[in-house]
């Protein structure tokens, strides 16, 4: 089968840098994606890694390790809209080639 | 912009009703999802499709099943609903081209409350 881990909560300040980890077990793997939904709202589509190294857009990068099975999320420059959960995502062999395993999920509160 | 319409936000029914619950997307994806959410557990497949009348079972099909006649059109239909099947349920569609599989486009979800 296939798990993903990512932490429950995190907390941080605005302005701060905050990076959200997400180890995953899959037999092969096509690639890694985050989501991030406020309460109430919809997940929406952030970034995606199909090879190692850091892909950065704006405020938000992801990075994947293969080797690691590990990946995670960082959010530079925060604000109190960053405030949301944040949910990675696979996409293997194991999973079916369209479909996607998502973690738990990470709460994230960032504060004045 | 891609749009997945859902047709209740919030939906209240009782023990051994029969429900439905609609999901519409307009980009013409071939994919669509079913999932529901609830604390603590993220986001679990229920059913699958990817064409019309295609279907595939996800992690937690019992209870459950799916209807898809048109494409742009995906039922989620609980036979018989039971209390434990009070949950959030999201629907999503995504084209099947390359690396755009990772991104699934979510609608906003029907809060289901089973009495």
């Known amino acids: 089968g296939q798990s993903l881990e990512q932490p429950s909560e995190v907390t941080a300040v605005e302005g701060a840098i905050v990076q959200i980890n997400c180890t995953y077990q899959t037999s092969g793997f096509y690639g890694l994606s985050w989501y991030q939904q406020h309460d109430g709202g919809a997940p929406t589509f952030l970034s995606y890694n199909a090879l190692d190294g850091l892909e950065e857009t704006g405020r938000f990068s992801s990075f994947l390790s293969r080797s690691d099975s590990y990946g995670y999320l960082l959010l530079q420059e925060l604000q109190m809209k960053d405030s949301a959960s944040y949910f990675c995502?696979?996409?293997?062999?194991?999973?079916?080639?369209?479909?996607?395993?998502f973690g738990t999920g990470t709460r994230l509160l960032v504060s004045p | 912009d891609v749009k997945v319409t859902q047709s209740s936000r919030y939906l209240v029914k009782r023990t051994g009703e029969k429900v439905f619950l609609e999901c519409v997307q307009d980009?013409?994806?071939?994919?669509m999802f079913w999932y529901r959410q609830d604390p603590g557990l993220g986001l679990r497949l229920i059913y699958f499709s990817y064409d019309v009348k295609m279907k595939e079972k996800g992690d937690i099909p019992e209870g459950y099943s799916v209807s898809r006649e048109k494409k742009e059109r995906f039922s989620l239909i609980l036979e018989s609903a039971s209390t434990n099947q009070t949950s959030m349920y999201l629907c999503?569609?995504?084209?099947?081209?390359?690396?755009?599989?990772?991104?699934?486009?979510f609608g906003p979800g029907t809060r289901l409350t089973v009495l």
């Open positions: 995502a696979v996409r293997s062999p194991n999973t079916g080639f369209q479909k996607l395993v």
């Open positions: 980009m013409d994806h071939e994919n």
């Open positions: 999503a569609s995504s084209s099947v081209q390359g690396a755009v599989l990772d991104t699934q486009y």
